[in-house]
DNA sequence: CACTTCTTTGGAATCGATTCCAAACATTAC
DNA sequence: GTAATGTTTGGAATCGATTCCAAAGAAGTG
């Protein structure tokens, strides 16, 4: 049984392929009896228009692409679940691929925005170095959330990055940190604009910073452990440790834990994101919220604008407010 | 600058459009000087190939969609990773969409199946009615993954969720557990093996359970504390606990903890996927081992048959083996 | 009733890449 | 040199939905 096209819907109701056309699209200029038996028709071939024909001749697909290094991230999904929903309200598929910090992959995916397989694009975490994407949002309808390739000439949506490392370093210090610790990564933009809060604030009190620890692979629960058990083989011991993210701090706390010291007591953690693994943890996590949800929303709205205002785009990032949340794993 | 066309390629280049598009997929036909030219201008004029009308042309898009109700889970981003992988291996895109738990979306993204956006769905957890399931992979190239409408009729790739929770709901008593207590859900079909699982591993041991508790809605963290705030109201006290998931296991232990008691001392916690929340956990959990990767990957390969052998597919599930893990979260 | 105006319709042209067929050209064989 | 074979090429037809234009039909006006 073959596919049912616009041809046989106009044969089999006794009209025309215009007719068809017009019932499927809405257009009021149509009797209501060619409605119903073009209606009838379509009910009766159980008849789809076909995408690739409807996408070739309309020049846009009304699909966009969300692309992260990986899924199984409570910012990532949260934000993806913003720009998704708000890309439903104006008619717009969100499909999600993850490039596996693939170039090669990345560069696949990129390719289905300049083939038009999809009208627009959200990067989240891209591997790609800086300036190809900022020469590709320059060019091509591409809006960055959260990791932003460069400070003015790219298009995105974020929280202040360095402000908030810089908020929650501080909280770390007026509670009783005085031998301060970072643990973060350098892959991620928004990793080093961390860093810089953290060393901001640290400066800024008069302070110096003891260990910072970077990794430049995977950035969760394993990797804070690890880098938490290198952590407490230097000296100084640190009193206060800032982590680039809560599930990274999760482990590090974990590490603390099990080598019997006691958090906040002897050293105080911090984590990023708010996520639920800030919750998860015991003691639950003093954290950065990031409104991951808005985020997306955010970009999408960007991304629209770009792609519907060919010439309209707004430069530039737009920033949210973040928020410190204090729960226990910091001192009182 | 308008996108340039086969035609605007095969004028620069001084050839037809014949020769451009056999450039373009590598017919032998072509001579070195034409490939040359064509190169040449395809590089000039930045052109690359349109994929609806590529699409249109062909009758198939090289893409594959899978749907889950959402992306923050273990399982699920390590099923549509092996997915993935696998996928590429064969010179598929594997797109990826939530549905969040509602059918309008989720009948959405189904249609880009049947109007031929993707050639392929890959389904992990559907919110339409089993019955609407099984129509539709009846007919149209769908494979179901971890979550499998019925028992034959259905094609797709799981583990044996009834005997995997016999496996570990026997082991739970093995350790000593006499009074116990389920936490799941029934929304998925997988939460309705897994009940019956436990139920046949507590009557064979001649015991009858003592409390089971379910929830119609979200299955986290947040819906295991709830759970287990209820259950520990209840008379008689657990002793053995087996939760359909980690992540909700993890809620359990940690409403049993704040309520002063010992895990598994006063009672024992069982988990479900062996995801990271299980190493995550304090304790670490005892829980059954899903091979999700492998799920993936072979998810997709039952998928490229019913795709590219119209009536050779092979009806019926495919089963892969679970592996109990024993961890602290369960007496010695 | 003739004429204008408005609604509805049919159908050809179009979007851009692919593919098939026939023709042009080159090569080898006899 | 001609025939037979093989290689390369051009270009029209095709995929299926949309849209524009002209024309048919209906309704209203004087």
């Not at 149509?30 to 073009?38: Q, R, T």
């Not at 990986?70 to 717009?92: H, K, M, Q």
């Not at 091509?140 to 929650?168: M, P, T």
């Not at 973060?184 to 933009?189: D, E, K, N, P, S």
Request: charged residues 25%; negative net charge.
């Amino acid at each position: 049984m073959a596919r049912a096209t616009v041809q046989d819907v106009a044969r089999t109701a006794g009209v025309s392929v215009g007719t068809v056309s017009r019932v499927l699209n809405g257009s009021p200029a149509v009797s209501e009896s060619s409605k119903a038996k073009v209606a009838a028709a379509i009910r009766h071939l159980n008849y789809r228009p076909l995408a690739s024909a409807r996408d070739l001749r309309r020049d846009r697909t009304m699909r966009i692409l969300a692309l992260a290094k990986n899924l199984y991230s409570p910012v990532i999904s949260e934000v993806f679940r913003g720009a998704g929903d708000a890309a439903a309200l104006s008619g717009y598929v969100t499909l999600i691929a993850p490039t596996a910090g693939d170039m090669e992959r990345e560069q696949q995916l990129v390719d289905m925005l300049r083939n038009g397989s999809v009208d627009g694009l959200i990067m989240f975490s891209p591997t790609m170095p800086d300036d190809d994407v900022e020469e590709m949002a320059e060019q091509l309808s591409v809006v960055q959330v959260c990791e932003i390739a460069d400070a003015e000439a790219a298009f995105g949506v974020s929280i202040d990055d360095r402000q908030a490392a810089f908020d929650i370093t501080r909280h770390l210090i007026r509670t009783g940190g005085r031998r301060l610790a970072m643990i973060g990564t350098r892959v991620a933009r928004s990793g080093r604009l961390r860093e810089e809060g953290f060393r901001r604030a640290v400066a800024e009190a008069g302070l110096s910073p003891d260990h910072m620890l970077f990794t430049d692979g995977d950035f969760d629960f394993h990797a804070g452990r690890h880098l938490a058990r290198e952590l407490l083989g230097m000296r100084p011991l640190p009193d206060a440790v800032f982590c680039g993210s809560d599930t990274v701090a999760a482990g590090c706390v974990r590490e603390i834990s099990d080598a019997g010291l006691r958090v906040p007591g002897d050293i105080a953690v911090a984590g990023f994101d708010d996520s639920i693994q800030a919750e998860m943890c015991v003691p639950e996590l003093t954290t950065i919220r990031q409104p991951a949800y808005a985020m997306g929303q955010l970009a999408f709205e960007a991304l629209l604008a770009r792609m519907t205002e060919p010439e309209g785009y707004r430069r530039g990032r737009t920033f949210l407010p973040h928020e410190l949340v204090v729960r226990d794993s910091t001192n009182g």
